[in-house]
């Protein structure tokens, strides 16, 4: 957008630019003329400058210090103390008096890579250039960026530059520029308060602002940090610590893991610490964020919630302490990745956990290709997927998650683990596998507007072809319709079923379909399920702790306990009793059509 665009095309027009101004303060040209302006001399140095004013005797030197005769102060070359001095023709002799002007004060900020060292004066040793990178507002195009190129390539030959961030302009959320008379825009002291200033910055770092785009600021935008990223990442260090501390636990960093949940976070996290550090390196702000945001809620929707047994279990097995130590790993290296774009959190919660100075002072986490297992990494992808479409089916039937259903059908080919977690996340008793089409059929609807400035005259064939089932999908994700290649974005994929009755869900180019037939043995289990939900809200209610064991007595659901009573017990942590005196909490409660009465004690 910039290089070969705007700052490009502002490079190969390279118009004059005057670089003197008719002010006061500034930087003194350093030029003097004789009076009739034939005769001028540009100098390099105070050294310089005191050898021509030697006729003249204003400056005096000693020991390699520069001090004015009239006063003994060290020579200072503001204008107003250089327009007293004169020197003489370095050939003619003649007297040379500095003219007036000073430098553009941008002749300054171009000449900042050299100035701010005092090259070549001093720091030949530890002077670097070109820098790494440098960054701006779009609106320095034409300033700073611009001159700095023109005099690092004056002066070394080549750009002062290897890389440009390049910031664009944050705009209101009305689109219009902030403006304090508009008061459209929310005050930062108030939104820091608010939100905090980590929110702000990965906010702002996860926005088109970094990639020269005008970007329109909300609010909302900020708390939305604060829901998928802050929150989720303090109530993991929350949960770790609480059971940390309970079980005593101190890392030993044991890095075998056999549980294929663990193999996953930390493929995971292995992941994430390379794409992180591929936008770093191609100096790519928001594309170093975002996988941020799909790590916090895989870590946290994923893999706590399908660990939490493993932490509930009183016997520190090996498997318990294997969990501990990859999110003990997970949530410290996770500090480590998000200390650029949340300083403030991430250097906490690394001190709680570590008990070192700051996570500041540590390296960058490096990421390990060999535990990085991409097959493993797809196939969880797929489930997820599948259990996404899952959850949508149900909620457009209108069947709750804690209710059982015979079957899931599905067009994807699992190992048994994973058929499992299908299994036990949408709460079916089968998984069962077939072709997609003989599910659902495929219909591929190209969208005309986008195609016809590729395909022009033929895009009534095209639509015609794909709308007779004339296509197929491409591996890259593309459809070819006759010998014409759309892009994804060309067309919508949609998957309508053989059956009108059948009930299927599609998207993520996958289709599923579910038995909604409810038997009364379902019903039961939906029961059993539905009250272990109500027993855990009434621990909650009773400010139990999450290890404390409880008795619990419960009416009126004889045919549910006679099948579920193990399972509810081990689920709340609770002895089922069938009274129960001086109770903490007794209330009656409703589950299905059935009215029950809950007791519970410690």
Known sequence: IIKNGRFGKWVAEARDWNISRNRYWGSAIPVWQSEDKSEEVCIGSVREMYELNKDFWQIKEKDGKYTYTSTWDEVDIHKHFVDEIFLSHPETGTKLTRIPEVLDCWFESWAMPYASKHYPFENSDNFKFPADFIAEGLDQTRGWFYTLLILGTALFDKAPMKNVIVNGIVLAEDGKKMSKSLKNYPDPKIVFDKYG?????????????????????????????????????????YFFTTYANIDNFKPIWNTARNNPLDKWLIS????LTKEVREGFDTYKLNEATRPLVKFMDNLTNWYIRRSRKRFWKSENDGDKLEAYETLYTAITELTKILAPFMPFISDHIYKEMTGEKSVHLTDFPTYDESLIDEELNTATDKVQKIITLGLAWRANQKIRVRQPLKSITITETLDENNIEIIKEELNVKEVLVVDWNTLAKQICKPNGRAIWPKFGKDVKFIMWEAKSGNFEILENWNA??????????????VFESWDAWALIEAWFWMVIAMDNNITEELKIEWYARDLVRQIQEA?????????????????????????????????????IVWSLENSNIDKEIEIGELKVNLKLKK
Request: no cysteine; hydrophobic share 40%.
């Open 539 to 575: 621990r909650k209610e009773a400010d139990y702790q999450v290890d404390d064991r409880i008795e619990v007595s419960i009416t009126n659901m004889d045919d549910v306990l006679n099948v579920f009573k193990e399972y509810i017990q081990t689920e709340t942590l609770s002895t």
């Open 197 to 237: 200033a980590d929110a702000m910055r990965f906010y702002l770092m996860n926005s088109p602002v970094v990639e020269a785009q005008d970007f329109r600021f909300a609010e909302d935008w900020v708390q939305e940090v604060v829901k998928k990223v802050i929150l989720p990442l303090w109530n993991t260090y």
């Open 268 to 271: 995971e996290l292995n992941e």
């Open 480 to 493: 070819k319709v006759w010998d014409f290649e759309l892009e994804s974005e060309d067309f919508e994929l």
